[in-house]
């Protein structure tokens, strides 16, 4: 695989070469890309697509993010707690957590990762529900909120959401992240309950609920989606 230095940032890149009139870029991590282009494409043309493209690249590929590999996962956080995560070839599915040993064993038909996700997607939904339901109670009652109907979802970026007739929809990995941010989120929603904009009105009350709220915005920006396993 031929690498290149782009202002002091080494990438690796693959050339894909198809029946295509332009050349195309495709980032693949945050340090390679991929070409595609013309089968009859010179080397010097691609070379000179990617110098006058390597602002773009540069920029963009510091946004990418890689999430976590489940097979290398040994410890898994839940709302701050550390458990030991063991994968196990069994003959049924099955996750089971153990909370005073703080072991969360995840068995498994196949260790293929598709499945592991698929297993561990499934089986963790029920319990984000559970907590997250036990926490907007807390919350309801402290500050007086009222809502509708609770859910969870697997998203790739967002972490909540709040419709207009006062239904919360999170994504059940927010219970991966420490329990500080992860009340944040549920505050954030409620408080779309009541202002359904981000106006400044909206972030003066979420500070009054929450003072951290700039830090756990931080947060979320920098580490959130570093944090998702599915």
Same mark, same amino acid.
């Given at each position: 695989?031929?690498?290149?230095?782009?202002?002091?940032?080494?990438?690796?890149?693959?050339?894909?070469?198809?029946?295509?009139?332009?050349? &195309?870029?495709?980032?693949?991590?945050?340090?390679?890309?991929?070409?595609?282009?013309?089968?009859?494409?010179?080397?010097? *043309?691609?070379?000179?697509?990617?110098?006058?493209?390597?602002?773009?690249?540069?920029?963009?590929?510091?946004?990418?993010?890689?999430?976590?590999?489940?097979?290398?996962?040994?410890?898994?956080?839940?709302?701050?707690?550390?458990?030991? @995560?063991? *994968?196990?070839?069994?003959?049924?599915?099955?996750?089971?957590?153990?909370?005073?040993?703080?072991?969360?064993?995840?068995?498994?038909?196949?260790?293929?990762?598709?499945?592991?996700?698929?297993?561990?997607?499934?089986? @963790? &939904?029920?319990?984000?529900?559970?907590?997250?339901?036990? $926490?907007?109670?807390?919350?309801?009652?402290?500050?007086?909120? $009222?809502?509708?109907? *609770?859910?969870?979802?697997?998203?790739?970026?967002? @972490?909540?959401?709040?419709?207009?007739?006062?239904?919360?929809?999170?994504?059940?990995?927010?219970?991966?992240?420490? &329990?500080? *941010?992860?009340?944040?989120?549920?505050?954030?929603?409620?408080?779309?309950?009541?202002?359904?904009?981000?106006? =400044?009105? @909206?972030?003066?009350?979420?500070?009054?609920?929450?003072?951290?709220? =700039?830090?756990?915005?931080?947060?979320? =920006?920098?580490?959130?989606?570093?944090?998702?396993?599915?």
């Amino acid at each position: 695989m031929p690498s290149i230095l782009l202002k002091g940032n080494s990438f690796n890149y693959e050339i894909e070469r198809k029946s295509i009139v332009s050349i &195309r870029l495709r980032l693949k991590s945050p340090e390679s890309f991929v070409i595609s282009c013309h089968h009859l494409t010179p080397n010097f *043309v691609i070379t000179k697509f990617i110098n006058d493209h390597q602002e773009w690249i540069i920029k963009n590929s510091q946004k990418i993010t890689i999430k976590k590999t489940i097979k290398d996962i040994k410890t898994l956080q839940i709302l701050g707690e550390d458990y030991n @995560f063991i *994968v196990k070839k069994m003959p049924m599915d099955s996750v089971v957590i153990f909370k005073e040993e703080h072991k969360i064993y995840a068995n498994t038909t196949s260790l293929s990762i598709s499945h592991l996700k698929k297993i561990i997607d499934h089986k @963790f &939904r029920p319990l984000a529900l559970s907590l997250i339901k036990d $926490e907007l109670s807390r919350l309801s009652i402290l500050y007086g909120f $009222e809502y509708g109907r *609770v859910s969870v979802r697997n998203t790739t970026s967002r @972490f909540g959401s709040c419709s207009y007739r006062g239904n919360l929809n999170f994504n059940w990995q927010i219970i991966l992240f420490p &329990r500080a *941010v992860f009340t944040h989120i549920l505050l954030h929603e409620l408080n779309h309950l009541k202002i359904k904009d981000h106006s =400044k009105k @909206f972030w003066d009350q979420l500070t009054i609920y929450d003072p951290n709220t =700039k830090a756990h915005n931080l947060w979320l =920006k920098k580490e959130g989606t570093k944090q998702f396993i599915v």
